[in-house]
């Protein structure tokens, strides 16, 4: 067994290392779901086999000894050297391939649980929701939001709240379920939107916007013009910049649904279809969202986020956000 938790230690290092220096991506929820099943197998024949065998040999060893005393007692000897509770001690203890797998047991269950059904951390990798999240913002995410989802597949088993305009919501990217995404949904199923002349409306009407005046980003080190906008409830602000052109890329598009939209030289006009969402990021002119690779299906979503934990380089950014 300690040759077999080599290996699969060896195995978990070079998926890492793979992972980290770029040779693939990896899967996390995968990833832990793996490391709760194996250490749980662990831990069960901990449990089950190997502690019994351990107990069942150290209570043999204090028989042996009981027996031997007993025996050089009736032979008159009553002064014995020797103290068998250093070798019990030692037939009790763990070895290190179970304490390094049985022994994480609990720790990765209560992470599996908690990141799977709770919240999940999220590190910001790019500007694309700049004013509302910074690069380098580590938010939560909240995983219950929107419904139970099982962990890996990401199907879900009990419904909750619906999703509203105006939530700032992490999915599973449509083009490449690997990676993560965050935006804002802008329209829900049913609703026409249009972006136009870096306008937004909704079923026809104009999305009420007012101007802050300008808006300095750390890091395009540029201004723009700062709007605060208000979507359903949610007031957020956003930044538009008005020297950005509206180019979505090349015709034809080809991503599920591409049908619902029409692009033109003004902008894009889309019908949301049943079981999916049009997201924009918060930085209008500086983000790939809806208007370039389509709709979120409801089957991609991985939770709302809601609050910024730490930022390393602007303790200030820590709180509740919309």
Known sequence: MSSLTAVLYGALVAYLGGWFLGF??????????????????YWLAERFRFKPQREAAAVALEAQDAQRRAELARMGIQRVDGDVQEAKAKLLMQPWWLDWTAGLFPVILIVFVLRSFLFEPFKIPSGSMVPTLLVGDLILVNKFHYGVRLPVINKKIIDNNPVQRGDVMVFRYPADPRLDYIKRIVAIPGDEVAYLNQKLSINGQPVTTVAQGEHYDDDSLSYAPLFTEKLGDVEHQIRVDPRRGAYYGPEPKTFPFAQNCRYSPEGVVCKVPPGHYFALGDNRDNSQDSRFWGFVP???????AFFVWMNFGNLGRIGAFH
């Open 24 to 41: 693939w991506t990896g899967n996390f929820s995968l990833l832990l779901f793996m490391l709760t099943v194996v250490t749980l197998v």
């Open 298 to 304: 409801d089957e991609n979503i991985v939770g709302k």
